[in-house]
Each structure stands twice: as structure tokens, then as C-alpha cells.
């Protein structure tokens, strides 16, 4: 018996396009992957990650937390975390 391997978790930092929630609607129904909208303001419980990636080049906590809600940073440190693939 083969087991078929777990669905991707894909995030799209892009979550408030509608063409973007139009592919990953399409992607679910499809059962290709899960994907993850980051929509607005994304939680910032990531911020450690970078904070503890960059404090020794001179990041503070603050531009840590700042810098985790944009979008783009967001969706690369949820991957880092491992709650994306």
C-alpha cells in the first residue's frame, strides 16, 4: 500500500489579491496543496526568529517586530518556523 505524501502548506504573502485567493481556492478544491493567506496585518509571533537571526548585526526588537508583519517577511518566517513548507 503506498501512502500518498502529506499535502504542502504553501503560504501566499500576497492573501488580500483576489487572484491570488481565486489560485489558492482553486489549489484547495484540487487538493494539490493547503495553502495559507496572509491577509492585513499578520500576527507578529514570528519576530524571534529574526530577531535571533540578525541581533548580532545590530537588530533591535522593535524593527524585528516591525519588519515580521510585512507580508514577505512574514511568509518566509513562517516557513522558517516550519509552519509552512
Not at 540578525?54 to 524593527?63: F, H, Q
Amino acid at each position: 500500500m503506498h501512502h500518498l505524501p502529506a499535502e504542502k502548506r504553501i503560504v501566499f504573502p500576497e492573501g488580500n489579491d483576489p487572484r491570488v485567493r481565486e489560485a489558492a481556492a482553486q489549489l484547495r478544491s484540487d487538493a494539490l496543496v493547503t495553502p495559507i493567506l496572509v491577509e492585513g496585518d499578520a500576527d507578529d509571533r514570528y519576530w524571534r526568529i529574526l530577531y535571533e537571526r540578525r541581533k548580532a548585526k545590530g537588530m533591535t526588537e522593535l524593527e524585528a517586530r516591525a519588519m515580521a508583519r510585512q507580508p514577505l517577511y512574514h511568509a518566509a518566517l513562517m516557513v522558517a518556523a516550519g509552519d509552512a513548507d
